[in-house]
C-alpha cells in the first residue's frame, strides 16, 4: 500500500482545480481573459512584478446615489469590468478598485452617497502612485469611472510627475471615448451639453451589460434633456443642488444591456489603443 503524506495530499488538492481548469482553455487562452491581479501576487514575485508587466493600471470608482434604478456602485462595477479587460489585453497588472472618493455636492446630499473631501483624494491618490511607482513601474494608467475624480486624479499626477521625473502617468475617464457624434451615428442617446447624463442611460446600459441582476428600470422615470448653455461645446458646471432633481439624468428607458456591451466594447477598444499607442511611443511627450 503507498503512503500519501498529509503534505502530498495538500499539494493534490492545490494543483488538482489547476488541471480541470487548464483542460478548458489554451495556455495563452487562459492569460488573454484573466489579468494579474495585485492583491494575487505572491510576496516572492514582486521584485520582478515591473520588469514582467508592461504597466501598472488604478481603476478609479465611486460609492454615489444614480438614482433608485441603478446600484451605489455603479461607478465601481463598469470600471472594474473595463479594466480588468484592458489589463488582460495590454500586460498590465491590475490594482484593485478605489471606492471611497470625492463625490460633488450635488450627489453627496442623497443617502447612500459616500464622499472624500477632494483635498483628501488628492493627497490619498498622490500616495498611491508613489507606492506603485516604488515598486518600479514606470507607467502607471489611472483608469477612472466617475465624475468627481478628475479634479482630484488630475492634482494628484501633476505632484507625483513633479517629483518622480522618469514616470508617465496616464489619466483617462472611459466615457470620453464615446463622443456624442459616435453616440448618434450608432442612434443612441447622447446629451447636448457633453455631459453623459448622471445614472442615465448610457452608464445605466454599461453598469447592465456587466450586472444586469442590479437594474430596476421601473423604479426610474424619464427626465428632461438639460438646456443647451454653450450650443454644443463641453462645459462644466457645479451647483451644490438643482430644483427637484432626483439623481439622475436623461431618459432612462433607452437603456438596455445590448447597447451596454456595444459601449463598453467601443471604449475598451479605444482605451487600449491608446496604451499600445502610448507603451510603443517610450518618448511620447504629454498632454501640452
Ligand atoms: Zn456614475
Redo the contacts with the bound molecule.
Keep these: 500500500m503507498v503512503q500519501i503524506s498529509r503534505r502530498d495530499a495538500l499539494l493534490a488538492s492545490l494543483t488538482l482545480p489547476g488541471i480541470i481548469k487548464a483542460a478548458g482553455h489554451t495556455a495563452e487562452g487562459a492569460a488573454a481573459d484573466k489579468p494579474k491581479r495585485f492583491e494575487e501576487v505572491a510576496g516572492f514575485e514582486v521584485s520582478e512584478l515591473a520588469s514582467r508587466y508592461s504597466l501598472a493600471i488604478l481603476p478609479l470608482g465611486?460609492l454615489?446615489f444614480?438614482g433608485p434604478h441603478n446600484p451605489l456602485g455603479?461607478?465601481f462595477i463598469i470600471i472594474s469590468g473595463i479594466a480588468e479587460r484592458t489589463a488582460a489585453r495590454t500586460n498590465g497588472v491590475l490594482f484593485p478598485t478605489l471606492a471611497f472618493t470625492q463625490c460633488p455636492a450635488h450627489t453627496a446630499h442623497f443617502a447612500g452617497t459616500m464622499s472624500i473631501r477632494p483635498e483628501v483624494m488628492t493627497m490619498y491618490i498622490a500616495d498611491m502612485l508613489r507606492n506603485v511607482l516604488r515598486l518600479g513601474f514606470r507607467k502607471i494608467l489611472i483608469l477612472n469611472?466617475?465624475?468627481g475624480n478628475i479634479g482630484p486624479g488630475r492634482g494628484a499626477i501633476a505632484q507625483v510627475a513633479d517629483e518622480n521625473k522618469d514616470s508617465a502617468l496616464l489619466f483617462a475617464s472611459w466615457w470620453e471615448f464615446l463622443s456624442g457624434e459616435l453616440m448618434k451615428s450608432l442612434g443612441m442617446f447622447h446629451q447636448m451639453n457633453g455631459g453623459h447624463g448622471?445614472?442615465g442611460p448610457l452608464?445605466t446600459s454599461v453598469v447592465a451589460a456587466f450586472r444586469p441582476d442590479l437594474i430596476h428600470l421601473g423604479k426610474a422615470k424619464d427626465q428632461p434633456e438639460p438646456p443647451d448653455l454653450s450650443g454644443g461645446s463641453p462645459y462644466f458646471l457645479q451647483k451644490s443642488m438643482a430644483k427637484d432633481w432626483p439623481g439622475y439624468s436623461g431618459k432612462v428607458s433607452e437603456a438596455s444591456a445590448e447597447k451596454g456591451r456595444e459601449l463598453v466594447r467601443i471604449s475598451e477598444d479605444a482605451i487600449v489603443k491608446l496604451v499600445k499607442n502610448w507603451l510603443t511611443s517610450g518618448e511620447a511627450p504629454g498632454s501640452w
Excluded: A
Design positions: 465611486s454615489e444614480h455603479s461607478d469611472g466617475h465624475d448622471h445614472g452608464e
